[in-house]
């Protein structure tokens, strides 16, 4: 499969009149729900879900977003905030605004160091601070509540008919009701292709511990290996049915001759401490596709594009990996602690873009269909491309 098939194959539907991200612009997607444990950095590239989201203490990212509600611990994100349900943030700290299209909570020492704008009511803990503005467009009621001690340095804006609650020793830089509080920026779901049809080989591929197997592209069954195995791919398309590698293995993917793709009918299961090295390319070189789940253990890294393409296909990391490539599941993503996310999608590294032709059908009054700018004119030298030398 060529870089402009495969751009065609990620292709996102999103809505003009809001301004949305690409599927290219994140590091980390899940479609229904995307779990971030504690101590994760995602050092480039957004984190997203057309649902719910949960980040625990520690994490440091750049801006998150989703359709439905977030909650969180104590996170530093250097970005914005957009959830057109709930935000719940327990001792964050923020760089940029906080949007939601429901109630915002933030818990007992938080820092917030921009706006926060939400359709619900604000709710700020006791001793936190908020650098910028808060707008709230709650109808009746509390529209902003102010722990003791806390600060909102910026200008309280809500309606006419809502009040605001301030606590013992708290203060705010000014009340406003005169002009309507400044909506939150909404985010526009994102719309996944179809998976990828393919047909698996009828080849199977079985070893012991410690051996070294070479593949060449083409189709197969499936493929289970066996701990502190080596396993060597070089460039073009596989197809495999289920595939297993045990712990302790490494996995050698040779770019020199083109780039890699890899489809997986059923479940991918890689054991604790996979070793990736990547000659003659990069992360950008290489994108794996499951209609089953994707399970890798801690300890190890990947590097590419993995999209986890079935109705119900997961994706799970466990803790202490390196990751460099994006991420998208269709339903759950799940990452534990103390891994790192680097992006580095196939349209990055210089690559053009695809053109894809409109949708027939209208969503959302109009849609844009783009695609992921994966066809590539010219290859950069595998110097200027490695990933990670052998």
């Not at 989703?66 to 970005?79: C, E, K, Q, R, T």
């Amino acid at each position: 499969m060529n870089r402009k098939m495969f751009g065609a194959a990620l292709a996102l539907l999103v809505a003009p009149m809001v301004s949305a991200e690409p599927i290219s612009a994140f590091a980390l997607f899940g479609g229904n729900n995307a779990n971030i444990g504690n101590g994760v950095t995602v050092t480039s590239g957004l984190v997203g879900s057309n649902n719910i989201m949960s980040i625990n203490g520690g994490t440091s990212t750049l801006s998150i977003m989703g359709n439905g509600n977030l909650s969180g611990g104590a996170i530093n994100a250097s970005g914005d905030v957009i959830f057109n349900g709930n935000v719940n943030l327990s001792g964050a700290v923020h760089t940029g605004t906080i949007n939601s299209g429901g109630t915002v909570t933030v818990g007992n020492g938080a820092v917030v160091n921009g706006d926060i704008r939400a359709l619900g009511q604000v709710n700020l803990g006791g001793n936190s601070t908020v650098s910028g503005n808060v707008d709230s467009a709650k109808a009746t009621g509390v529209a902003v509540a102010l722990g003791n001690g806390a600060t909102v340095a910026g200008i309280v804006t809500h309606t006419s008919t809502s009040t605001v609650s301030i606590g013992g020793g708290a203060s705010i830089g000014g009340n406003n009701t005169s002009t309507p509080p400044t909506p939150p920026t909404a985010y526009v779901p994102t719309v996944l292709a179809a998976a990828t049809v393919f047909t698996a080989g009828t080849t199977d591929v079985n070893t012991v511990g410690n051996q070294t197997t070479s593949l060449a592209a083409g189709d197969y069954r499936n493929i289970d290996l066996g701990s502190n195995n080596v396993l060597n791919l070089g460039a073009g398309t596989y197809h495999f049915n289920t595939f297993k590698m045990a712990g302790s293995s490494k996995l050698n993917l040779n770019l020199a001759g083109g780039d890699i793709f890899l489809y997986f009918a059923g479940n991918v299961s890689m054991g604790n401490g996979l070793d990736v090295t990547v000659t003659g390319g990069d992360a950008s070189g290489i994108y794996a596709e499951t209609l089953g789940n994707w399970s890798q253990d801690g300890s190890g890294e990947w590097f590419g594009t993995i999209f986890g393409s079935g109705a119900s296909s997961d994706i799970h990391f466990g803790a202490s990996n390196m990751l460099t490539g994006a991420f998208y599941a269709r339903d759950v993503l799940d990452l534990d602690g103390s891994s790192t996310v680097t992006l580095m999608g196939l349209d990055q590294a210089g690559s053009d873009a695809v053109d894809v032709p409109e949708p027939s059908s209208v969503l959302l009054g109009a849609i844009g269909l783009l695609g992921l700018g994966l066809s590539r004119r010219a290859r950069r030298s595998p110097a200027v491309r490695s990933a990670k030398s052998a």
